[in-house]
């Protein structure tokens, strides 16, 4: 049987923080509904008892002094150890066990649009859990009626068989089967939860979703997930957060991208428009000799920042459209105007990469 230390990957000495940690970090990496493999699962149970047992101050206490209890000493039983196990004494028990056990942590995934990002949102999120029971409280038990204490195991949760051996009397301790442990039966469950103290229903949870989120970003909810066991504490509840794609803006950073078909007159000339962003109105100043792949960058028109500290900006590229179909009278105006340059032959220049590879790297700052 694996070391609960090791399967938790903490040391002999850790602390309870420490080990709840460890727990909750290896929660989220092997649940279920987050790593279905087999292996993940079989690890996940792994990880869940040997929580159970180093999180309990006495289990712990019991788990550190092991099947190497000797003679004497700190974490050692004495003599009287030895001779309660191979000579018929009572051997030492942690109890019964509690109904009460803490629910599962539950993972869902929430899509956003662009807009929402900037500034953030608020959402009612339904989703589908286990509440605690209102007809019993999670106390398991029909209304008017109470847990009673098992005349089986006498309450202790454990039952003891003596054996012979060539040493003497052998003792053993086994969970009773008549109330699995717990030193109690219920004669008459809650019909409502059947016994269990909770029960799955929809439920609307308020979620305020923080600006400059961006895909994979899981938001922690401490003790929004499942209600335990016989009303144990809830688990937590991840939200990982999706972003819709949208067809006008995308995201680098906290800085918003957008391209825009320039005229090649107004290109030329200059120009003012005004354009639609995604929190309002834009203006946007064309200057005159305006080429392909330039930037116009309008500042704090991006996405607030997660860490605070502002908005980024919002960067435009350029493409400007030359006309592929002119009147006459436009052709001859063209024509007066190329007149009026006396322009070179065209000749070989420079490589120039493509408009979009040229907006990547200027986005980019390359």
């Known amino acids: 049987m694996a070391d609960h230390y090791e399967v938790l990957g903490v040391d002999r000495t850790a602390s309870a923080e420490e080990i709840k940690k460890a727990y909750r970090r290896l929660a989220r990496e092997l649940h279920p509904d987050v790593n279905p493999s087999a292996e993940a699962s079989e690890r996940f149970k792994q990880v869940t008892h040997a929580y159970d047992v180093l999180s309990d101050p006495q289990e712990r206490q019991q788990y550190d002094l092991g099947p190497q209890a000797g003679f004497g000493g700190a974490g050692f039983g004495g003599f009287g150890d030895i001779f309660e196990t191979f000579f018929g004494a009572s051997q030492r028990s942690t109890g019964p ?5 803490r629910g599962q942590d539950g993972l869902v995934r929430v899509e956003v649009d662009l807009d929402e990002v900037i ?14 029971c209102s007809t019993c409280d999670g106390s398991c038990c029909a209304p008017g009626t109470s847990p009673v204490r098992c005349d089986i195991c006498g309450g202790s949760g454990q039952i003891q068989r003596t054996m012979r051996s060539l040493l003497g009397n052998v003792v053993t301790s086994n969970p009773c089967g008549t109330c699995r442990g717990y030193g109690t039966i219920i004669p008459e469950p809650c019909p409502t939860c059947a016994g269990q103290g909770r029960v799955r229903a929809a439920r609307s949870i308020p979620v305020d979703i923080p600006a400059g989120v961006d895909t994979g970003l899981r938001l922690h909810m401490p003790g929004q997930g499942e209600v335990g066991p016989a009303g144990g504490p809830a688990g937590d509840l991840y939200l990982e957060i999706k972003v819709r794609h949208h067809d006008t803006f995308s995201r680098q950073g906290d800085d918003l991208l957008a391209t825009i078909e320039v005229q090649m007159t107004d290109a030329i000339l200059g120009a003012s428009t005004t354009l639609k962003g995604l929190d309002g109105d834009i ?18 028109r991006g996405v607030t920042s997660l860490r605070g500290g502002g908005r980024g900006d919002l960067k435009i590229g350029v493409q400007v ?4 179909k002119l009147s006459g009278k436009e052709q001859d105006l063209i024509r007066q105007f190329a007149t009026s340059r006396k322009q070179a032959a065209p000749g070989f220049a420079h490589f120039q990469q493509g408009l979009f590879a040229k907006l990547r790297d200027r986005f980019l700052g390359l």
């Open 97 to 101: 066990r509690s109904r009460r056990e």
């Open 119 to 132: 500034f953030g949102t608020t959402r009612d999120l339904e989703i589908n859990t286990a509440i605690l």
């Open 283 to 300: 203006e946007v100043d064309i200057r005159p000799g305006t080429q392909s792949a330039d930037i116009i960058t309008v500042k704090d």
């Open 321 to 324: 459209v030359t006309p592929t």
